[in-house]
């Protein structure tokens, strides 16, 4: 390192390391091992009900809500009768708190793309490229039904670790069992779940029904607007061996449809 008056200090590596970790410089550790308890997990086999299913967070998900939050629905969990599995894992929050929990970067990284479905699909959401690849392939991250801020990074912003990304909303497709009765004033809980798509739901959208973010992991070789040729113009709808999704806690866990 260079001092002051161009001298040159030598600086033990481990310690110059952990210097550009405080400084943001680098990701962190890929490796975690953290437990994570789920309530009604969906067998992504045929979709039967497990009560309570214990699952392993084993890698940087790259970002995380800064607040409270529920899990809601695991990657490759079969919530339908149909043979869809879901791509991605999904955080919930309390109507209370849609738009204003944070959601932070844990990783370091640049906005790719930047998109609105409005109330249909992913609603707001991002995709953002991370710095360090894994074992050769790029990683990017879908950030999904985030609240319209204008906290949300522009496309070609550089990320950073613990730089707040967006805020946990409820744009796009989302569904919730609690409906708002406009007369009442208040929220009634409904047994079967409601997609929150019409003129009967739009209350129930405004009081922060359904809030969520949905966090998705693409792994792949193309860069930068090759792989959003692919990933984009598709809707996300992938038939492509370019493009693999993995569950973003752990990366070896790949989605169903991709497994020989």
Known sequence: MVDNNGGLNFVHPIYFVDHLRKAS????????????TLDDYRK???GSRVSQKIVYAKDNPGFMPDGQFSWTQW?????????????????AVDHTLSGMVPIKALIRGKVVWS????????????????NQKYKGLYRYYLLAHLERK?????????????????YIGNTGHCVSNWQWDNDEKKF???????????????KSREHGAGAHLHL??????????????????????????DVGIVNAFDYLDIYWDDRS
Request: glycine fraction near 2%.
């Open 216 to 241: 998705q992991l693409f792994l792949s070789e193309k860069k930068d607007s090759h792989f959003l040729d692919l990933v984009v113009k598709t809707n996300m709808n992938l038939e492509t061996n």
């Open 25 to 36: 410089a680098i990701d962190e550790n890929h490796k975690y091992n953290k437990a994570i």
């Open 75 to 91: 990657f490759n969990e079969k919530p339908y009768s149909s043979d869809y599995r879901h791509e991605g894992v999904d955080m």
């Open 150 to 166: 204008d906290s949300i990074p522009e496309v070609n912003s550089i990320i950073v670790p613990n730089q707040i990304v967006g």
């Open 44 to 46: 992504p086999s045929d």
């Open 115 to 130: 998109h609105d479905y409005l109330n249909d699909h992913y609603g707001r959401c991002i995709i953002i490229q991370a």
């Open 188 to 202: 009634d809980y409904v047994a079967k779940s409601i997609t929150l798509i019409n003129e009967d739901h739009i």
